[in-house]
């Protein structure tokens, strides 16, 4: 079975339409399969996303502002749709959070 490209669009759209926000941890393990969100959530990080729709993906953007997150080293990043599923968790190298610092989550999810 091959889904066309229309198909795998509007998949996207589906999707898209429900991702609501990301959160960073400080949790470093490896992505798992069976992972059911961030493993250890940094609550203050939370920032709703903006989406930009391309052919079969999108991208969801979230800044934590320099107020957020701070004392923290962050290394984990999670997508969350709005009924507070996770779409995507991945981890970063270590990010010791200051208030000189605002970090800007950019994903890219696909739909091949």
């Given at each position: ?5 229309i198909g795998k669009n509007k998949i996207r759209d589906l999707i ?28 203050d990080t939370k920032n709703n996303v903006v989406i930009t729709k ?59």
């Amino acid at each position: 079975m091959a889904i066309p490209t229309i198909g795998k669009n509007k998949i996207r759209d589906l999707i898209s339409s429900s991702v609501d926000y990301i959160i960073m941890g400080t949790n470093g393990d490896d992505f798992d399969v069976s992972d059911t969100g961030v493993k250890a959530p940094v609550n203050d990080t939370k920032n709703n996303v903006v989406i930009t729709k391309t052919n079969k993906s999108f991208q969801t953007q979230a800044t934590v502002l320099s107020t957020q997150g701070n004392g923290n080293t962050l290394k984990e990043v999670g997508v969350y749709f709005d009924d507070d599923v996770i779409l995507d968790r991945f981890v970063i190298p270590d990010l010791v959070k200051t208030d000189q610092i605002e970090v800007v989550n950019i994903a890219i999810s696909r739909i091949n």
